[in-house]
């Protein structure tokens, strides 16, 4: 049992930050989760849960500041579950991504030494306005004014906020346009409790090379019940680069933000982009990168520890719409590419052919099935394996048909660090070895951690 109880007053230090980037700090041996602190930072808390071994605590006031705290340039970032280390500096944020690669590599992996083989950090000139996809609840405030933002942490109570620092700035626009066409016409927003009322979430996506702009509103209903479209169709029309505007619909009672079945009210029913030299074609409900110019830097890091001669056989394991592929289709002989979704495959199937690609297969289905099948119906192996799989990591099946296709090298791209070094010590154990690994920072502000590991075959 401990001494302290809730609510109480506790003044500590902050020595340590955890992977979802909150400060640990001691009282009397007793340590405190503090969340929206940094290494450094002297504090007063308030105790706000207890365990056995550990707490919780409210940062309350910030008596010295750590020489690594910056002012957060977002006045909700507090609030908002977003952006979750906006209060460490981008410099610190660098190190703290890249040290977490370094540590579950030799903690988890068993990879001593391994920041020799590390990459300085990849990381993003402008940390601002990256993201091309953001999607805003929509409600009401007391006032009975609508309002857009994004969710508190760890609720659905809407922190009302048009200007997000790491979203495209056209949002602002769009959503106040919006916003003034519900007044205008007294348009509902969705209730979750009730199950009533018209819009849910607003879905915007905007082609960073193209300058296209996608609209989608989630509506709780069919386009024809939203009084005085064509307003707004008018309003926003006018903002540059506008392309496509669609009605989803979505009346079932669920956390998924978008419905099957779209309709577009205006423009095209898709916008394009590129990543490099690919172009894309971006539905409402196509997957696709959220920061595509890291996208672009990771990728390309991919593609030079591939390090393809033209004449490979490549296979492209949780291709998704099949950006890896299609950036490896130049400069191999054959891809294929696997991925459980299948409206992702179709994408893929769509991105091959409007790039005129024409040595990629797809395949729909769990590579952890596919792959060993494909193998014993064609005995085809692979010379290069890329693998970029969700945060779990691979399939220890996958891990073990690819240790049997004996492929030259291994590119691992990896959203969880520590998945991704438990998977390189499974390899480690079928004969490759480290070359190389290079930490791309994708979500500044958040604790997200892309990295991308070459494996080769020991010996090479
Ligand atoms: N490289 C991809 C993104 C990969 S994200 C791109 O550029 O688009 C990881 C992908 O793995 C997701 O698309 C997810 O749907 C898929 N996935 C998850 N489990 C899988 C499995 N068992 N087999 C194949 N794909 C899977």
Redesign the pocket.
């Known amino acids: 049992m401990t001494d302290f109880r809730k609510n109480q007053e506790i003044v500590l230090t902050i020595e340590d930050f955890t992977k979802e980037g909150e400060g640990l700090g001691k009282v009397q041996g007793f340590p405190f989760f503090v969340k929206d602190t940094v290494i450094g930072d002297k504090i007063t808390a308030a105790v706000t849960k207890l365990k056995k071994n550990y707490g919780y605590a409210r940062l309350t006031s910030i008596l010295e500041a750590s020489p690594d705290r910056v002012q957060p340039p977002c006045p909700v970032a507090r609030q908002c579950g977003g952006c979750r280390i906006q209060q460490l500096s981008y410099e610190k944020q660098k190190e703290f991504k890249w040290k977490q690669v370094a540590g579950c590599l030799k903690r988890i992996g068993g990879f001593e030494e391994i920041e020799e083989k590390m990459e300085p950090i990849l990381a993003m000139e402008k940390p601002w306005h990256y993201r091309n996809k953001a999607q805003f609840p929509i409600g009401h405030d007391k006032e009975g004014r609508p309002v857009a933002g994004f969710y508190a942490g760890r609720t659905h109570t809407i922190i009302p906020n048009t200007n997000c620092l790491i979203q495209d700035q056209c949002n602002e626009r769009i959503l106040e346009t919006i916003l003034a066409y519900m007044e205008k016409y007294g348009i509902s927003s969705y209730d979750e409790k009730t199950h009533r009322g018209l819009i849910r979430h607003v879905l915007t996506r905007k082609g960073f090379t193209t300058g296209q702009i996608m609209v989608c509103l989630v509506v709780n209903g069919q386009a024809e019940g939203l009084k005085g479209l064509s307003d707004l169709v008018e309003g926003l029309r006018k903002i540059q680069g506008m392309t496509s505007i669609i009605v989803n619909t979505n009346t079932e009672k669920t956390n998924r933000i978008l419905g099957p079945a779209c309709r577009t009210i205006w423009g095209e029913d898709y916008i394009e982009d590129y990543i490099g030299e690919i172009r894309y074609r971006i539905g409402p409900l196509s997957?696709y990168?959220v920061n595509p110019v890291q996208t672009r830097v990771l990728y390309t890091k991919a593609l030079d520890y591939a390090d393809l001669r033209g004449d490979e056989t490549v296979w492209d394991m949780?291709?998704?719409?099949g950006?890896?592929s299609l950036f490896l289709a130049g400069k191999a002989k054959q891809v294929y590419g696997?991925?459980?979704?299948k409206e992702?495959i179709d994408d893929a199937r769509i991105n091959a052919a409007i790039n005129g690609i024409d040595n990629v297969e797809f395949f729909v289905g769990?590579?952890?099935e596919i792959v060993p099948a494909h193998r014993e119906r064609t005995g085809i192996n692979a010379d290069v394996v890329v693998v970029?799989?969700?945060r779990k990591g691979c399939?220890e099946k996958l891990l073990d048909t690819i240790g049997l296709m004996n492929p030259e090298k291994i590119v691992y791209v990896s959203c969880d660090p520590a998945t991704l070094a438990r998977d390189c010590r499974v390899l480690a154990g079928k004969g490759y070895e480290i070359r190389k690994v290079a930490v791309v920072d994708q979500f500044a502000h958040s604790v997200h951690v892309e990295s991308v590991v070459k494996l080769t075959r020991t010996g090479l």
């Open positions: 997957f990168q949780y291709c998704g719409i950006t890896i696997v991925e459980i979704v992702a769990k590579a952890e970029d799989p969700p399939d």
